[in-house]
């Protein structure tokens, strides 16, 4: 018998195009503030590192809330699309104004102003958003199908948006003059995009009437409600959702220090032209993969191996990567720059369809239904992981002797600290994410459940 299907292929689409909106963000936040904070603005790399470490003590505590908002929300467009509708405008305002810092200001008021916004953008209307858009997976399909289609069809916009990001941010920067106004032009161009394309997103799904999801889960009474330290308490007894957060954490910190390319490529290979070849090595294989990924994962029957399978493979292929650094061969980098994308592409694919699965696995063990909370690990693993991997990159980049300012040339111990920050961390972290995803298989703890259920 065949899964009954909720969407049609311009939903998809749709759906899947609101990551334009959130690479905007996240893409232009990971791979050039810091380069902007401490090339242009002439702010300390250790110091910014503090501060957005500072911050993500506020992330931590908006997460659960806006997850435990969403569930607990009712109104006529749903539960999460108006979060994700009405945040993402503030999330315009922060990032433009994070690449607006008044440069005549003195450098008190410069932290401060960069503070305050990049605090507002993660821990608020970032986090609003980015909950909501995931919770979505979960609320506008119950087949798990589409639940894969959706989350590769997001992360192909994703890539393709940060590939094109990487590729000519350094351009439109230099064409608009090179200097901070330069920055807040090509802000307010991303700003731009990044607004109409979260509101095609938003209008091209409708979320599953709660009564239809009730009936379907349950003939029971509909679910208890909860607080939020009830559904905190419910997220850590689910052993799968501590995997998927250590999994977004390490993830999102292979993505900070991929994004220290813009100052490998400027001051060790000496041409940060290169940051477009280097991103299109990475994100294009990601595309085409991702492509694939729905038909791999129906014809296997499950995300389980082919997750761990691929990083296995993205985990050897970095290895290679840093050899063929160290071997001076540029064009050997690329290559395993892409074995290694393509390796990683499952897994980003079906991300959103495993964590809907574990939070099918809270259904079926408590009896409680926490979407929106339980996507709340993308949101943290994003923020706390790319904040955090961002943080530290200042702190190393600070404690090497890193020279701000934009100066043409940096000491050789900058040069060191860039190669065990681009070549060896993201090998590491690859191989930790592997091992997680050995652990990872909620596809059979979910079935097993529901065996015992009907005996």
Request: charged residues 15%; proline residues 2%.
């Amino acid at each position: 018998m065949n899964e009954k299907r909720y969407l049609k292929w311009y939903n998809k689409i749709g759906y899947g195009s609101g990551d334009i909106a959130g690479n905007v963000v996240y893409a232009f936040l990971t791979f050039f503030v810091m380069i902007y904070l401490t090339d242009t603005v002439g702010l300390n790399s250790g110091i910014v590192g503090t501060l957005m470490a500072v911050a993500k003590i506020f992330d931590g505590i908006s997460d659960l809330i806006f997850g435990s908002l969403i569930d607990k929300t009712h109104t006529k467009m749903g539960k999460a699309r108006p979060w994700m509708l009405w945040p993402y405008l503030g999330c315009g305002v922060c990032l433009f104004a994070i690449f607006a810092i008044p440069t005549e200001w003195g450098k008190t008021a410069q932290y401060a102003f960069f503070f305050i916004f990049y605090v507002m953008l993660n821990a608020g209307f970032y986090t609003a958003n980015n909950i909501a858009y995931s919770a979505l997976t979960a609320l506008i399909t119950k087949n798990e199908n589409e639940r894969v289609q959706l989350g590769s069809l997001r992360f192909v916009f994703a890539f393709t948006t940060s590939t094109i990001i990487q590729a000519i941010t350094f351009g439109a920067v230099e064409h608009f003059g090179g200097d901070a106004a330069a920055w807040r032009i090509v802000a307010f161009i991303y700003v731009i995009i990044g607004i109409i394309s979260n509101t095609i997103a938003v209008l091209s799904v409708k979320e599953l009437p709660e009564s239809q999801n009730e009936a379907e889960e349950s003939s029971s009474a509909p679910a208890e409600k909860y607080t939020i330290r009830e559904a905190a308490k419910l997220l850590i007894k689910n052993k799968f959702y501590l995997l998927i957060l250590g999994v977004y954490l390490l993830t999102q910190l292979y993505s900070a220090f991929t994004g220290v390319g813009t100052y490998y490529m400027t001051y060790v290979l000496g041409d940060k032209g290169l940051m477009g070849q280097f991103a299109t090595a990475l994100n294009i294989p990601m595309i085409i993969g991702l492509l694939l990924v729905p038909t791999i994962v129906a014809k296997l029957g499950g995300m389980y191996k082919i997750n761990y399978m691929g990083y296995a493979v993205a985990t050897v292929s970095r290895i290679l990567v840093l050899v063929a650094a160290y071997a001076g061969s540029v064009p050997m980098m690329l290559v395993f720059t892409a074995v290694a994308s393509l390796g990683m592409c499952p897994l980003q694919g079906d991300l959103n369809a495993v964590i809907a699965s574990a939070s099918d696995y809270t259904y079926l063990t408590t009896g409680k239904r926490i979407d929106g909370t339980m996507y709340s690990c993308t949101s943290l693993g994003v923020k706390i992981g790319g904040g955090l991997g961002t943080a530290i990159s200042g702190w190393l980049l600070a404690a090497s002797g890193f020279i701000e300012g934009g100066v043409a040339v940096q000491p050789d111990s900058v040069l060191t600290m860039l190669n065990v920050m681009y070549l060896w961390l993201p090998m590491i972290f690859c191989g930790l994410v592997t091992f997680l995803l050995t652990k990872l298989n909620v596809e059979k703890a979910n079935r097993e459940l529901l065996a015992s259920q009907k005996a």
